[in-house]
Each structure stands twice: as structure tokens, then as C-alpha cells.
Nanobody, 115 residues
Framework: QVQLVESGGGLVHPGGSLSLSCAASGIDFSWYDMSWYRQGPGKQRELVALITSERMINYAESLRGRLTISRDNGAETVSLEMNNLKPEDTAVYYC?????????WGRGTQVTVSS
């Protein structure tokens, strides 16, 4: 059974930082492109950051400079560090795994940026 389990969300003040983690099981993790998406209130789900199986990295243009995505194939985890958080970053953040036609989603972790 494939599982992607996110952790690390919570409440943070504007300007603060958070580190999200996604633990994968049931897949050959090193083969998969891993990414983080988010869905804010009343908004569509959008891509935040991607790290491919070859460790190529891409960030959403609006978030570039505030994010760092990384992966640990041995631990089968993908992490997302977020800095200088803003209220508009409030969203549910989802972990996503993709390999060929196979895609999987985690259940998400809530990030709330508020004073």
C-alpha cells in the first residue's frame, strides 16, 4: 500500500519559517519525481516545488527565493523549507509522487500564517 504522510505544518507568524516533511512508503522512492503542491482557501491547487529523480529542482516563480526542496532517498523522504512566510502562504500543503503514469498524493498538512 502506497502512503505519503506529510508533517510539519502548523501556525506561524508572518516572516517566520516552517519545514515540511513527507515520508513515503510502498513505492520505489528513488524512481519518483517528488513535489509539493498547495491549495489555499477558495483557490485551486498549485505546484509549489518539484525535485525530480535526477534531483533537478523547480520552484513556483512567485515563491522562488523563499523555498528549499530536498530529498533523502535512503530515508524515503522529501522536505520543504519555507522562509519569510506570508499570510497568503496559508494553505494545505500536499506531497505528490509521480513516475510514468503512476501518481500518488498525501492527505496534506495545514500551514497557517497569521499574527
Amino acid at each position: 500500500q502506497v502512503q505519503l504522510v506529510e508533517s510539519g505544518g502548523g501556525l506561524v507568524h508572518p516572516g517566520g519559517s516552517l519545514s515540511l516533511s513527507c515520508a513515503a512508503s510502498g513505492i520505489d522512492f528513488s524512481w519518483y519525481d517528488m513535489s509539493w503542491y498547495r491549495q489555499g482557501p477558495g483557490k485551486q491547487r498549485e505546484l509549489v516545488a518539484l525535485i525530480t529523480s535526477e534531483r533537478m529542482i523547480n520552484y513556483a516563480e512567485s515563491l522562488r527565493g523563499r523555498l528549499t526542496i530536498s530529498r533523502d532517498n535512503g530515508a524515503e523522504t522529501v522536505s520543504l523549507e519555507m522562509n519569510n512566510l506570508k499570510p497568503e502562504d496559508t494553505a494545505v500543503y500536499y506531497c505528490h509522487a509521480a513516475w510514468n503514469a503512476l501518481t500518488y498524493w498525501g492527505r496534506g498538512t495545514q500551514v497557517t500564517v497569521s499574527s
